[in-house]
């Protein structure tokens, strides 16, 4: 059976926040800098499928 590999292109963000306050943090040092209780901190992660990566899923579906 042969097996092929794909990449799907995607951009991946990370969104820091502070539960208490709701405010956004820029990035980790602004974090850091802010020295908040770990506990009040929430982390999302966000990926996108870039337009390119959308091209290589739209051929491995019709392969199938």
Do not use: C
Not at 5 to 34: F, H, M, P, Q, R
Request: hydrophobic share 30%; glycine share 4%; aromatic share 8%.
């Amino acid at each position: 059976m042969n097996k092929k590999e794909y990449n799907i292109e995607t951009e991946t963000v990370t969104i820091i926040k502070n539960k208490k306050t709701g405010y956004i943090y820029k990035d980790e040092e602004e974090l850091k800098a802010a020295n908040v209780d770990p506990k009040d901190i929430s982390r999302d992660v966000v990926v996108r499928v870039t337009n390119k990566g959308l091209e290589m899923f739209q051929k491995f579906m019709n392969q199938r």
